[in-house]
Every structure is written in C-alpha cells, then in structure tokens.
C-alpha cells in the first residue's frame, strides 16, 4: 500500500467533520507510542516550553542514573539509548533554543557520569559529535544566546 502525499491527505482531512478528526486522531495515536507523545506535547506541553524542558531534564537525569555500569558495552548501550529519547523529545519541540540547551544539559550528564566514557574511543565520538551539532545549531540563534550557549559549550570537556 502506498502512502498518500502530504498534500492528498490535507485535501481529505478538509472535508472531515471535528467527530471524524477527533476519531481519525485517536486510531493514530493507538499504533504508536511516538504519536501518543507528539499528540501529548501538542495539547499539554507546547506552550509551556520551560516545563517541558525541566521535565526532559529530569527523564535524563532518571535515565542515567539507571545505566547498568558493570560494563563498558552496557554503558555505550545505556547512553546511546538516552541520546535516542532525547531526539525523539527535540525532534517533538522543534525550537532551537530547545534543541541546544537539551543536548548541552545531555553532554554535561556525559562529562559527570562515572565512570568516566572518556578511555572508550566510540563514547568520545558520539561526546564530539554532539558538541559539534550544539556549535551548528548555536549559530542560528539570537546573539545574546550565542554567546551564552557558547560559553557554557567551552566549559563542557570530558
């Protein structure tokens, strides 16, 4: 089965009454978790954009202190999961700012957790890679967050 296009699917949800939008939405949000969560941000979470990042914030802290840390495989697995949660949340904000501050708050968790990733090569890779997209993204912000957002990017080191 093909898909429709974007457009096709506008065009057909126009002659839609609210009852069969409201049931048309609900069916979606029952195939997968990601749709339950982008419809929850959406309708509770878009306008305050604040709380929603402190309560990312608290899931990374959550998700890291659940780490299983007897060894260096279940760590990589561990931290590569949580990078993976947190672009799905970014990926539900899509604002910059959002975006920047949550993956400095999620490099910042890296250079603290113990022990310490920086010996594992692919652990220093994905640290330096997210620094690397902070610095693009920091580029496409206000001025005054530049420059904030840069001074704390210097100070996060492994």
Known sequence: MK??????????LKHKSGDELEALVLRLTKHKTE??????YLLFEADDEAGFIAHIK???DHLF??????????IKKGIRK?????????RYSQNKETEVELLLYFCTKMAAFRPSVKENQAMVYVF????????????SLHEDLQYDYSLELKQITL
């Open 35 to 40: 749709n339950k969560e982008l419809l929850t």
């Open 3 to 12: 898909p429709a296009s974007l457009a096709q699917l506008k065009k057909e």
């Open 65 to 74: 202190e659940e780490v299983n840390t007897n060894t260096m495989y279940f």
């Open 128 to 139: 330096e890679k997210q620094k690397e997209m902070i610095a693009k993204k920091i580029v």
């Open 58 to 60: 608290e899931d990374i």
């Open 82 to 90: 949580i990078l993976r949660t947190l672009k799905r949340y970014i």
